[in-house]
Nanobody, 120 residues
């Protein structure tokens, strides 16, 4: 299984970015997909997650500004980030809990990450 993240970049405070994470490979079922972030000198933190049934959860720091969703019919998760702040600057990582289509076991996967920089 591969997770391909895209959509990072440089944006001014108050701006928006849309991150995308596409999963491909031996996928029977995507159980959970999450976005984490890690800023320099800080621990990696969960930003948002969505289950296979569509239940979502968010870090308190992004509630009301970020929205996580899944594209219909695709193994792709979108993180829409609005009203971005300088403290949102970090490398964002896609994470997925996937049931393998061949051996029917759950495996945790990570993407390589995409940089988000919020600065004027």
């Amino acid at each position: 299984v591969q997770l391909q993240a895209s959509g990072g970049g440089l944006v001014q405070p108050g701006g928006s970015l849309r991150l995308s994470c596409a999963a491909s490979g031996r996928i029977r079922r995507i159980n959970v997909m999450n976005w984490y972030r890690q800023a320099p000198g800080k621990q990696r933190e969960l930003v948002a997650g969505i289950t296979g049934g569509g239940t979502t959860n968010y870090a308190d720091s992004v509630k009301g500004r970020f929205t996580i969703s899944r594209e219909n019919g695709k193994n792709t998760v979108i993180l829409q980030m609005n009203s971005l702040k300088p403290e949102d600057t970090a490398r964002y990582y896609c994470n997925a809990d996937i049931t393998d289509s061949e051996v029917d076991v759950r495996v945790d996967y990570w993407g390589k990450g995409t940089q988000v920089t919020v600065s004027s």
